[in-house]
């Protein structure tokens, strides 16, 4: 009786425990990236190899997050990006840009291991950092002109917190 009772304490000790099971990301194409025409504009490599997009022509409503793999913070905000992702995909663009990476391969990783599903931008050799700054991670919001309406530099604290600043700068409610 006393093994029967340790055996059921355990199935149902082991059937309440949280999956660790990661989501799975992947290297999207950058095609879906709306550019305004612009020919003073510096265009980045998309993370999947393909033409890129210009950074400064990029037509929003869109919010754009500047991160790199090496980056502590920028891993901190990735569940917060992927769930406001789900709700916010149709409604507004969602972009990253990789910077300062030691390869590309080191993006590609950091993309598949945090769930990662939107396009990523790649900057091999640093043209952002006069427009972006040199600190990471930095959010860009994009309006419909492609003008930088708001820019939050640091880590996002929580979803509420991109979902109240994409509804005050981009007018968009989720």
Excluded at 39 to 68: H, M, Q, R
Excluded at 87 to 107: C, F, H, M, R
Aim: glycine share 10%; aromatic share 8%; with cysteine.
């Amino acid at each position: 009786m006393k093994k029967l009772a340790i055996a059921i304490a355990l199935m149902l000790l082991t059937g309440c425990s949280t999956s660790t099971a990661k989501t799975q990301g992947q290297i999207v194409s950058c095609s879906s990236i709306t550019n305004l025409t612009n020919k003073n504009s510096t265009y980045l490599a998309c993370l999947d190899g393909t033409t890129g997009a210009s950074f400064e022509g990029i037509k929003g409503p869109a919010i754009i997050n500047v991160w790199g793999s090496w980056c502590g913070p920028c891993k901190e905000e990735m569940p917060i990006l992927r769930s406001f992702y789900k709700k916010a995909t149709n409604k507004v663009a969602l972009i990253g840009i990789d910077v300062e990476e030691a390869s590309i391969k080191d993006g590609r990783t950091f993309v598949q291991e945090n769930g990662i599903t939107w396009p990523n931008l790649f900057d091999a050799d640093g043209k952002s950092r006069a427009y972006f700054g040199m600190g990471v991670p930095v959010t860009w919001f994009i309006d419909a002109d492609g003008s930088v309406v708001y820019k939050h530099i640091g880590v996002l604290k929580n979803e509420i917190e991109l979902i109240t600043l994409t509804s005050k700068y981009l007018g968009v409610k989720l």
